[in-house]
């Protein structure tokens, strides 16, 4: 196979080398300050030359202590899950009702819809699809959907009524105006596919779009810190230029492109990154001797990724952004730093409620529940998944005995990442996760482990090699 040959990164080396290269240790420490501050932790990012950075605790923790509520730099619920769960675009907190959460998921799955492939065939109605599930009439799905049909207690789990997208795209939506304007502002208005988009060519756009649903979601991710750069660098020029007291506002001095580029990028660039078709790990049933064939297939899934998105969204001056070399290290990015990203569903909370009434009240609301659950069969508790990039979270270095854990608690109904103390932690002390399960055997840890690039010599591990 050839490997993908992309101009850009001949054209604009000097330039993609800069925006890969760690920023100024000064700048670091000014980011994640700015960064501890605004989300009200007690906690401190330092930084060396020999393990990057790490999180030390300013304070004394007790076991179960929140640690950190993080709001993600960037996220994206899987494809495959839309399906499952309807749920805002910028927040991911679940939206809608319960009622309209149960009604979309049946009526999706009736119409064979797959996420995978948004326009596929839906001439296979009816329920061949899901033998062992109950079928449900049209019509009860239908009045699920439109409100017409309130289900008893449902009025207890209310969420927050939907907000389409202003661009008209029918694919985001979200819990209020105030996450639709932001996720407009940050990242979709140039990735959104409706009437209102700023993309040039939406429907290279949807060309982008399918391709990743087909082959890896994680491009949609990869295209949301590209949009974002680009989106930010917009804003830096128009400030810019204002300042200048231009009144064209459309030029700015070519000498300050750059500049503006890497001031837009720079919180994607505080993140640890490699390539990703050097850091991905061998899939368990590619053998080795086929390592470099393996690897130069996905650099080329990105390069077929990366034409499609530069139809879409190119600009000019941010061409090094449509390197493939940036492109790779945003990616490899997620790979090493990534935190699934999972909201609970209330729709299992519901049916858990249902199931806990009182054995009158029960048998009353299972008269009309009940045809729903066994229609949704076990996949009635799906929770809201997805893949996300936590600034300050992936500072944190991992340890096969950690002091503490990314835990959701009944209260976190978002995307925002929680981490909790798994034990008292005193102040000065590192704050450390586990990035794997740290119950497999020694041999295996190290294995996953070095996936993320590096060997552990944790207190346990030490103990355990020698
Ligand atoms: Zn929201
Ligand atoms: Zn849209
Ligand atoms: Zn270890």
Redesign the pocket.
């Given at each position: 196979m050839e490997a993908s040959v992309c101009p850009i990164d001949a054209q604009f080396s000097g330039q993609i080398s800069t925006l890969l290269s760690p920023p100024p240790l000064p700048q670091v420490q000014e980011y994640f300050e700015a960064l501890v501050t605004e989300r009200q932790c007690h906690l401190k990012v330092k930084t060396d030359g020999k393990h990057g950075k790490g999180v030390y605790s300013e304070v004394d923790f007790q076991g179960d202590d929140l640690v950190l509520r993080d709001q993600m730099l960037v996220g994206a619920q899987h494809s495959s899950n839309k399906i499952d769960c309807l749920v805002c675009s910028f927040c991911f907190q679940f939206i809608g009702s319960i009622e309209l959460q149960i009604g979309r998921k049946l009526y999706l799955e009736e119409l064979g819809v797959s996420a995978i492939d948004e326009c596929g065939s839906s001439d296979d109605m009816g329920c061949s699809s899901s033998s062992e599930k109950t079928c449900i009439p049209q019509d009860s799905i239908q009045s699920l959907m439109n409100g017409s049909l309130q289900l008893p207690y449902s009025e207890n789990f209310p969420l927050p009524s939907v907000v389409p997208?202003?661009?008209?795209?029918?694919?985001?939506y979200y819990c209020s105006k105030s996450c639709a304007e932001a996720d407009?502002d940050s990242f979709?208005s140039l990735?959104?596919?409706?009437h209102?988009?700023s993309s040039p060519n939406t429907e290279a756009l949807s060309k982008f779009i399918k391709h990743a649903n087909e082959t890896n979601d994680i491009f949609i991710l990869a295209a949301k810190v590209i949009s974002f750069t680009i989106l930010r660098y917009r804003k830096l020029k128009a400030a810019h230029v204002e300042q200048e007291g231009k009144h064209d506002t459309s030029n700015a001095c070519d000498s300050c492109i750059f500049p503006l580029l890497l001031e837009a990028w720079k919180p994607v660039s505080m993140g640890f990154k490699r390539r990703w078709w050097e850091c991905i790990a061998l899939p368990e049933d590619v053998d080795s001797c086929e390592e470099a064939e393996f690897r130069m297939q996905i650099k080329n899934l990105a390069f077929e990724s990366l034409q499609l998105l530069k139809e879409a969204i190119y600009d000019r001056e941010c061409a090094p952004l449509f390197s493939l070399d940036i492109y790779g290290h945003i990616i490899g990015m997620f790979e090493l730093n990534n935190l699934d990203l999972v909201v609970a569903s209330p729709v299992e909370d519901y049916f858990l409620y249902i199931d806990d009434l009182p054995v009158s009240q029960k048998k009353k609301a299972e008269k009309i529940t009940k045809i729903f659950l066994d229609a949704l069969g076990e996949d009635y508790s799906i929770s809201c998944q997805g893949t996300a990039f936590f600034p300050l979270q992936s500072c944190m270095n991992h340890s096969c005995i950690p002091n503490a854990k990314a835990f959701k608690r009944e209260e976190d109904r978002d995307g925002g990442a929680t981490i909790v103390a798994l034990q008292s932690i005193a102040k000065g002390e590192e704050i450390t996760i586990s990035y794997i399960d740290e119950d497999l055997p020694y041999e295996e840890r190290q294995k996953l482990l070095a996936d993320y690039g590096f060997i552990c010599r944790c207190p346990k591990c030490v103990d355990e090699a020698s």
């Amino acid at each position: 196979m050839e490997a993908s040959v992309c101009p850009i990164d001949a054209q604009f080396s000097g330039q993609i080398s800069t925006l890969l290269s760690p920023p100024p240790l000064p700048q670091v420490q000014e980011y994640f300050e700015a960064l501890v501050t605004e989300r009200q932790c007690h906690l401190k990012v330092k930084t060396d030359g020999k393990h990057g950075k790490g999180v030390y605790s300013e304070v004394d923790f007790q076991g179960d202590d929140l640690v950190l509520r993080d709001q993600m730099l960037v996220g994206a619920q899987h494809s495959s899950n839309k399906i499952d769960c309807l749920v805002c675009s910028f927040c991911f907190q679940f939206i809608g009702s319960i009622e309209l959460q149960i009604g979309r998921k049946l009526y999706l799955e009736e119409l064979g819809v797959s996420a995978i492939d948004e326009c596929g065939s839906s001439d296979d109605m009816g329920c061949s699809s899901s033998s062992e599930k109950t079928c449900i009439p049209q019509d009860s799905i239908q009045s699920l959907m439109n409100g017409s049909l309130q289900l008893p207690y449902s009025e207890n789990f209310p969420l927050p009524s939907v907000v389409p997208c202003p661009g008209g795209c029918k694919e985001a939506y979200y819990c209020s105006k105030s996450c639709a304007e932001a996720d407009w502002d940050s990242f979709h208005s140039l990735l959104c596919i409706g009437h209102g988009s700023s993309s040039p060519n939406t429907e290279a756009l949807s060309k982008f779009i399918k391709h990743a649903n087909e082959t890896n979601d994680i491009f949609i991710l990869a295209a949301k810190v590209i949009s974002f750069t680009i989106l930010r660098y917009r804003k830096l020029k128009a400030a810019h230029v204002e300042q200048e007291g231009k009144h064209d506002t459309s030029n700015a001095c070519d000498s300050c492109i750059f500049p503006l580029l890497l001031e837009a990028w720079k919180p994607v660039s505080m993140g640890f990154k490699r390539r990703w078709w050097e850091c991905i790990a061998l899939p368990e049933d590619v053998d080795s001797c086929e390592e470099a064939e393996f690897r130069m297939q996905i650099k080329n899934l990105a390069f077929e990724s990366l034409q499609l998105l530069k139809e879409a969204i190119y600009d000019r001056e941010c061409a090094p952004l449509f390197s493939l070399d940036i492109y790779g290290h945003i990616i490899g990015m997620f790979e090493l730093n990534n935190l699934d990203l999972v909201v609970a569903s209330p729709v299992e909370d519901y049916f858990l409620y249902i199931d806990d009434l009182p054995v009158s009240q029960k048998k009353k609301a299972e008269k009309i529940t009940k045809i729903f659950l066994d229609a949704l069969g076990e996949d009635y508790s799906i929770s809201c998944q997805g893949t996300a990039f936590f600034p300050l979270q992936s500072c944190m270095n991992h340890s096969c005995i950690p002091n503490a854990k990314a835990f959701k608690r009944e209260e976190d109904r978002d995307g925002g990442a929680t981490i909790v103390a798994l034990q008292s932690i005193a102040k000065g002390e590192e704050i450390t996760i586990s990035y794997i399960d740290e119950d497999l055997p020694y041999e295996e840890r190290q294995k996953l482990l070095a996936d993320y690039g590096f060997i552990c010599r944790c207190p346990k591990c030490v103990d355990e090699a020698s």
